[in-house]
């Protein structure tokens, strides 16, 4: 074998090594996820699919190599991109903290943070994105500012609760570092804001006065999205979880406050819940307002060796949802150094064997020599 022909076949094969990490993969992983089973159709709408996620946490200017930057945004790009392609939902929510340094950049930084999350994320068109606000994104209630509040409500057009509905079904979008209850004007007009979409269902119920009311196309029992999940002690209450350890949680730090908790669930009586912030996985069928609950896990894999989203399709009356697993960082390094050793072992078998050719030539070139002399 020659020479050149080696090194083009060593360099396809280093190629080929990364194309399969880089994209193949991904949809070789995704593939063994399904949409869940889909509901029956109800007055004639049928069931709304959506995917969600949670805790992209794309890096800043101050935390993180270039490189840990640079890897986790193409693998979460590569993922989501894959999960769009293959799964084609109608909506995507993303349930707080887009960024990972969202309270701490100025608004130069801010605005490339944004240009690099739409490139990210991109959506085709017919396919909604909703970016819900987390604590990175604006900082937490003690540290919040009116200024990181309005920069990011201009560009993702939510900062306090707002009503998103599709086809008769509701989310109800909450910005969790509102809902600390002490008056403050953020906390303030968020309450204001869940009253006023407590109105618009009672109305759909045909209660209360509904003059000036908006209508809601049909009436269906709300599912909330939030940053911070519903007040529970611990992942210990989750009938499935995958946190490596399980603590206590704190109110208004790794979940809602009781009180809080209790006025959303007094306001929306809501059927389903959606929530992250614990960079964790968790299922409870039965929450503190007694809603089935999933907590998602950080969609990054700088957070997570094995981050997953979630396919849901809710219909009027039911929802069915199934959790996807992405590939694993472990899988991704064993592929890489299982394959580099491979590429490595059979190149230098493959120039040793080159080389004792040449050796062999160049020794029968010499006693050719030698006998031509005599």
Not at 46 to 66: F, I, K, Q
Not at 312 to 324: D, Q
Not at 339 to 354: A, P, Q
Request: proline share 4%; net charge positive.
């Amino acid at each position: 074998m020659k020479l050149k022909t080696l090194l083009f076949r060593l360099l396809l094969s280093i190629v080929s090594l990364v194309v399969f990490n880089e994209f193949v993969v991904y949809y070789i992983v995704l593939l063994k996820c399904q949409w869940p089973s889909k509901p029956a159709v109800v007055n004639g709408l049928e069931p709304v699919s959506v995917m969600l996620l949670a805790d992209t946490h794309l890096l800043g200017p101050v935390r993180g190599h270039w490189f840990d930057k640079l890897r986790r945004e193409w693998q979460m790009h590569r993922a989501f991109q894959s999960a769009i392609t293959l799964f084609q939902p109608e909506a995507v929510f993303i349930l707080g903290d887009v960024f990972d340094e969202g309270n701490w950049v100025n608004q130069k930084e801010f605005d490339n943070y944004v240009e690099r999350f739409r490139k990210l994320f991109h959506t085709p068109r017919g396919v909604a994105l909703h970016s819900i606000v987390g604590n990175h994104d604006i900082g937490f209630h003690y540290a919040t500012r009116p200024n990181l509040v309005q920069r990011f409500g201009d560009q993702f057009n939510n900062t306090g609760v707002s009503l998103i509905s599709v086809r008769g079904v509701h989310f109800v979008a909450i910005n969790s570092i509102a809902m600390e209850g002490d008056g403050c004007y953020l906390c303030e007009k968020a309450e204001k804001e869940l009253k006023a979409i407590e109105t618009i269902f009672k109305c759909g119920r045909g209660v209360g006065q509904c003059k000036d009311v908006p209508k809601l196309e049909e009436y269906s029992r709300p599912i909330v999205l939030q940053h911070f999940p519903m007040y529970r002690e611990s992942d210990k209450e989750c009938q499935e979880h995958d946190s490596p350890q399980v603590d206590l949680y704190r109110e208004r730090w790794e979940v809602l406050s009781k009180e809080s908790t209790d006025l959303i669930g007094d306001l929306l009586n809501p059927r389903l819940a959606f929530s992250g912030h614990s960079h964790h996985y968790c299922h409870m069928l039965k929450n503190r307002i007694k809603v089935e609950e999933y907590t998602l896990p950080s969609f990054s894999w700088r957070n997570k060796n094995n981050p997953s989203f979630i396919l849901a399709r809710i219909s009027l009356k039911e929802y069915t949802v199934s959790r996807c697993r992405m590939p694993e960082e472990n899988t991704i390094v064993t592929i890489y150094l299982v394959g580099g050793i491979l590429i490595l072992l059979v190149s230098t078998l493959k120039i040793g064997g080159i080389i004792i050719q040449l050796w062999s030539f160049l020794c029968r070139g010499r006693k050719d020599y030698k006998k031509l002399t005599k």
